[in-house]
């Protein structure tokens, strides 16, 4: 099956910079929709970043002109680069992908999720 492997994540200072990478991995026949969400305890996982097989990016308004996604399609890997970061940012990022694979003679989209990479910012 399909893995998703995340790395990048660690500690920072505020105002500090994170680049976070997931690969994706397995037999893909394509890659559709990729993205980040994150999850801080006590709160509900919330959408960061998405980017499409075209390009087109959205953000959340939290980290808005701050993060930037990006993606390589020959590698198959999506990009979150984190600069000006904030403590509110302390969270467990996860990526995600919508791919399409092959099961036998058909080709279906499923998405799939990393492991979580932990990105701690504090003084």
């Known amino acids: 099956q399909v893995q998703l492997t995340e790395s990048g994540g660690g500690s920072v200072q505020p105002g500090g910079s994170l680049r976070l990478s997931c690969a994706a991995g397995?037999?893909?026949?394509?890659?559709?929709?990729m993205g980040w969400y994150r999850q801080a305890p006590g709160k509900q996982r919330e959408l960061v970043a998405t980017?499409?097989?075209?390009?087109?990016?959205k953000y959340a308004d939290s980290v808005k002109g701050r993060f930037s996604i990006s993606r390589d399609n020959a590698k198959n890997t999506v990009y979150l680069q984190m600069n000006s970061l904030k403590l509110v940012d302390t969270a467990v990022y996860y990526c995600?992908?919508?791919?399409?694979?092959?099961?036998?003679?058909?080709?279906?989209?499923?998405?799939?999720w990393g492991q979580g990479t932990q990105v701690t910012v504090s003084s």
């Open positions: 980017i499409t097989s075209g390009g087109s990016t």
């Open positions: 995600t992908a919508d791919i399409r694979v092959r099961i036998g003679i058909d080709i279906q989209s499923r998405d799939y």
């Open positions: 397995g037999s893909i026949f394509s890659v559709n929709d």
